[in-house]
């Protein structure tokens, strides 16, 4: 089994800032990929921003230029920093990573999510 943690949600101002982060535990071979997702009530869950093992990254765009995702590969931990938060960002974040339990087999996993509240 493969757990994925989630911290550093909160509530922030707008204009404010953000670090999540996720770490990975469990017996596997490797991570793939890694990524972000928000779900707001009533809306579906979205894309932020992923990760490849290859440095690739990939953003939505409504949070290019203002979010980074980045790996700490010795630690099996994403980072996600938000910058210049909006109302909009508020949501419940999930980390998700795409791991290989071993060489040939890659399966889903996500975390329990952190909340991002953006408000005055």
């Known amino acids: 089994q493969v757990q994925l943690v989630e911290s550093g949600g909160g509530l922030v101002r707008p204009g404010g800032s953000l670090r999540l982060s996720c770490a990975a535990s469990?017996?596997?071979?490797?991570?793939?990929?890694m990524g972000w997702y928000r779900q707001a009530p009533g809306k579906q869950r979205e894309l932020v921003a992923a990760i490849t093992n290859d440095g690739s990254t990939n953003y939505a765009d409504s949070v290019k230029g203002r979010f980074t995702i980045s790996t700490e590969d010795a630690k099996n931990t994403v980072y996600l920093q938000m910058n210049s938060l909006k109302p909009e960002d508020t949501a419940l974040y999930y980390c998700?990573?795409?791991?290989?339990?071993?060489?040939?087999?890659?399966?889903?996993?996500w975390g329990q999510g952190t909340p991002v509240t953006v408000s005055s």
């Open positions: 998700n990573a795409n791991v290989h339990t071993i060489v040939l087999v890659s399966r889903n996993y």
């Open positions: 469990g017996t596997f071979f490797s991570i793939s990929r």
